[in-house]
């Protein structure tokens, strides 16, 4: 069975590489003709492991392509997932089935209500790429996946694919609570980091902040049936926050190098959930007014 990957970015790369190295049949489906092109004359993906850099010739082919799709993994923006995923469903087989990669919620309900045949994989991964290059990516930090579809809790038969190609994984009979736990903490720091302009470490200089988010945090999950995810919120917070103390957290970076946040799949989707439950949740609704503010005054995209 091959393995389509939507999305030559970091993560795509970093999955399409290792599957390929294991000698499992692996295509790219690239933007436009342009991507195409530029991706023909690079000669292919290059990970760099531990410094060493190595080239991988995997065939690519455009979203028009003929070939019918049984294995798709959306590697993609969360902002872009579901357009990706609309684009492809023409060629998706009835029995197909996608892997969700994209970090927040949202994006994998809107992709899972366009596409009511296929099953839907939810992914969250602490692993870490990023692009030195165009089709150069950086396996930066060691890390595990966790994959679970929502619907069914009975894992698909090709988990030992991902055993072989060294992709550690696991199958997480509750994704949601999973998402939903590291959504709390994204919303916890990845904000304030911005509006401070500060390494996810100075954030100990605003305890206070930090604890009322969590506790509005908790608040939420509580109220959206995720009690698990709500449990010791601020103590791992306040963990996340020394251990990954000389970091700059992603949105840190986002709008640094003037690049659209996934701010609506994470501080966003919070706060729209807290609406639906009638919730009032000040603090959380503040920050977000903040951060929309601290964007649109950047000309960056607000959603
Ligand atoms: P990325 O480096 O920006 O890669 C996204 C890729 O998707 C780009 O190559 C982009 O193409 C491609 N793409 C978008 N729309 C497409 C379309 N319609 N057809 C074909 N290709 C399309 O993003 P990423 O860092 O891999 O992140 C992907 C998701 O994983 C995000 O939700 C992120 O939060 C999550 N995540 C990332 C990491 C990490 O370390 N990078 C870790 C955990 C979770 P172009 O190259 O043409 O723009």
Redesign the pocket.
Known sequence: MTWHV???????SLWAARLARAGLPVRL???NRE?LAAYQQAGGLTLVERGAARRYAIPAEL?QADAPIHRLLL????Y?AE??AA?LAPRLAADGELLL????LGSQDAVAQRLPQQRCLFAS???????QA?FQVVF??NGHTWLGDPADPLPPPWLDELERAGIPHQWSPDILARLWRKLALNCAINPLTVLHDCRNGGLREHPAEVATLCAELSELLQRCGQPAAAEQLHEEVQRVIEATAANYS?MHQDVAQGRRT?IAYLLGHACATARRHDLQLPHLQHLQQRLLAHLGARGLPLD
Do not use: H, M
């Not at 590697?75 to 969360?78: E, S």
């Not at 991964?125 to 692009?131: D, I, N, P, V």
């Open positions: 939507l999305g030559a970015g970091s993560l795509g489906i690239l933007r991507r979203p590697a993609c923006k969360a872009d357009a990706a684009e990669l994209q970090n927040g991964s602490t692993e870490g790429a990023f692009r165009d930066a930090g992603s996934e």
